[in-house]
């Protein structure tokens, strides 16, 4: 029900723009999620936007070079991701909760019902 994209090779400094697709859920009643995961570490909260799009959290690791997004028309959610480090480099999931609630509980990444396959980003140094 999500399809995340987007991924690939990218050289430090560079960006690159995820989407997450969903489909068969009423996307507007969910707040949205990124997370990642590197090999050996446990997967870590990026970004979450409410809903409506009215609020955003973001990781301190990534802030003011991640963005979140969302088009509800589209039943899109985009990672914009700028300046990347080679300490990116992860499996980039999203994930969607159906859910009024905003910050913190957005950052904790059992809270969400569903997750995208997850797609790779590597930044080379």
């Known amino acids: 029900q999500l399809q995340a994209s987007g991924g690939g090779l990218v050289q430090a400094g560079g960006s690159l723009r995820l989407s997450c697709a969903a489909s068969?859920?009423?996307?507007?009643?969910?707040?949205m999620g990124w997370f990642r995961q590197a090999p050996g570490k446990e997967r870590e909260f990026l970004v979450a936007?409410?809903?409506?799009?009215?609020?955003?959290d973001h990781a301190a690791s990534v802030k003011g070079r991640f963005t979140i997004s969302r088009d509800n028309a589209k039943k899109t959610v985009y990672l914009q991701m700028n300046s990347l480090k080679p300490e990116d480099t992860a499996v980039y999931y999203c994930?969607?909760?159906?859910?009024?609630?905003?910050?913190?509980?957005?950052?904790?990444?059992?809270?969400?019902?569903?997750w995208g396959q997850g797609t790779q980003v590597t930044v080379s140094s």
């Open positions: 068969g859920i009423t996307f507007s009643r969910y707040a």
């Open positions: 936007i409410t809903r409506s799009g009215a609020n955003t």
């Open positions: 994930a969607a909760k159906s859910t009024i609630l905003t910050t913190p509980i957005l950052q904790e990444a059992s809270f969400f019902d569903y």
